[in-house]
């Protein structure tokens, strides 16, 4: 996907997170969006059987955990949300519209659906420590 | 200016943190975790745009293109 249809997609996702729909919502579509990751990140470790690519597997695979067990919390609020548009009770902008408690998952799937691996961090410090031990 | 040892102990830190809350409090306080968690994930964007355009606004410039130079 090209970065501003990217970017457009997630403006879109956080306009209607802000006006009308609850960020448990939202939460549920990343899971799903994760899913697909580590699927894709599946079927592309064993075409390739490259230690990279199960790395980045197991990666998402990790995240994914993370977020299933995560999943229960919010299911019960989402359930609420969906009764009340069966009745027709159309409640208020709340407290549940809120873009900061799902903004780290929204870009962090959003990262990894790009299949980008986390980096090593390197500095510079760890060269300096590389020609100190060197000399030793 | 971050080096290699304290992004990799932020980064254990909050996720054996992150599991002695859910041991202790996962149950009493189960929304707090969702934002734990949420905080952890923007650690880890974070670390994902160290290999980007940030990369060198937070580390600096690399030492001679990553070559280092020998000694005589």
């Known amino acids: 996907m090209s970065i501003p249809l990217r970017v457009t997609i ?12 609850p960020y448990q919502f939202v939460y549920t579509v990343l899971c799903i969006v994760q899913i697909g990751t580590c699927i894709r990140a599946l079927k592309s470790a064993m075409h390739t059987q490259s230690a990279q690519d199960y790395n980045f597997y197991n990666y998402a695979h990790s995240m994914l955990v993370f977020m299933l067990w995560i999943l229960p919390i919010n299911m019960p609020v989402l359930v609420v949300w969906i009764h009340n ?30 299949s980008a691996m986390i980096p090593r961090v390197t500095s510079r410090s760890v060269l300096f420590a590389n020609d100190f031990a060197r000399q030793c | 200016m971050l080096t290699l040892f304290s992004v990799r102990l932020l980064t254990n830190t909050m996720i054996f943190a992150l599991a002695l809350y ?15 968690v949420n905080a952890l994930c923007f650690w880890l964007y974070a670390i994902h745009l160290t290999n980007g355009p940030l990369k060198q606004w937070i580390f600096g410039p690399p030492l001679m293109d990553g070559h280092v130079k020998k000694r005589p």
Do not use: D, F, K
Request: charged residues 5%; hydrophobic residues 60%; positive net charge.
């Open chain 1, 10 to 21: 997630l403006g879109l996702l956080a306009m209607l997170l802000a006006i009308c729909v």
């Open chain 1, 85 to 114: 548009l069966a009745v027709q009770w159309m409640m208020p902008i709340s407290s549940r519209n809120n873009l900061m408690s799902v903004l780290g998952y929204i870009l962090l799937v959003e990262m990894m659906s790009t």
């Open chain 2, 22 to 36: 859910a041991a202790v409090y996962g149950v009493t306080y189960a929304y707090r975790m969702h934002y734990l």
